[in-house]
């Protein structure tokens, strides 16, 4: 019987859970929002206003095998802070594991790390780091925190105990080295590290397809992207224990392998 290719969010958990329709970071990669304008449940405008699903918040949860992502389509902002964290109280208090993804800002770590501070064994942070350069992660991700910020909240996390982890999906430069290095000291489980993913595709259905800098930009990392690339890079971490790869990088090592073949 043939395996069933795992991709996406379902490499990190079974099943997802979100609070907020919009994200005010408003990346320009974001395919929730691709997906949201395609279905023509927002425009490329109004995708950075957050509504959050007041009926949600009422919801009760069962205890769920396996983790449950959250959130996976917007993210924790400190606007809506504390209807996220009513929504991770009713999470956790059913004894569920919650993996909670976010490009952090240090103000919303710091509250729920305090807040939920008995619930350490449930919770796993994972930060969003593309790149160490915060005028890169400015140009992709404008309304998101610079480096320095997501940098100093997995810290704080860290030295409170937290289980953490980074991914390093999309990366947004070729100095991936370099946010390695300086998040290794303060992860405790494991860094992902992907290619961007239908980059000019989303790009273009989050309306910046007349956007010649940033389309320019997008075949430049894509170019750098390389199997080339890719393979030297699996070649200096492949025996790292907490490196790990998503499917877009598995993709192409596949490729190496039936080349050699």
Known sequence: MKTKTIFGTKEWAGRNENLIKGCSHDCKY??????????????????????????????????YDGTIMFPSSHDITPEHLTECMTFLYHILEAGNEVLIVTKPHLDCIKAIC?????????????????????NVLIFWEPNAPDFEERLESLKYAFNNGFQTSVSCEPMLDEKIDDVINKVSPYVTET?????????KERLSMNGLKNDQVTMDSARRLMELFSDEYIFKLYD???????????????DVIKKRRVISE
């Open 236 to 250: 200096i971490y492949r025996d790292n224990s907490k490196i790990m790869w998503k499917d877009s990088i598995k």
């Open 114 to 134: 305090d807040y939920f501070n008995g619930y350490k064994s449930q919770i796993l942070f994972r930060f969003t780091i593309g790149s160490s350069d915060s």
């Open 30 to 63: 974001c395919y929730a929002k691709a997906m949201n304008i395609q279905h023509k449940h927002n425009t490329k405008d109004d995708w950075k206003n957050e509504i959050v699903n007041q009926n949600k918040l009422k919801k009760r949860f069962r205890k």
């Open 191 to 199: 860094i992902w590290i992907g290619k961007p993913n239908k980059l």
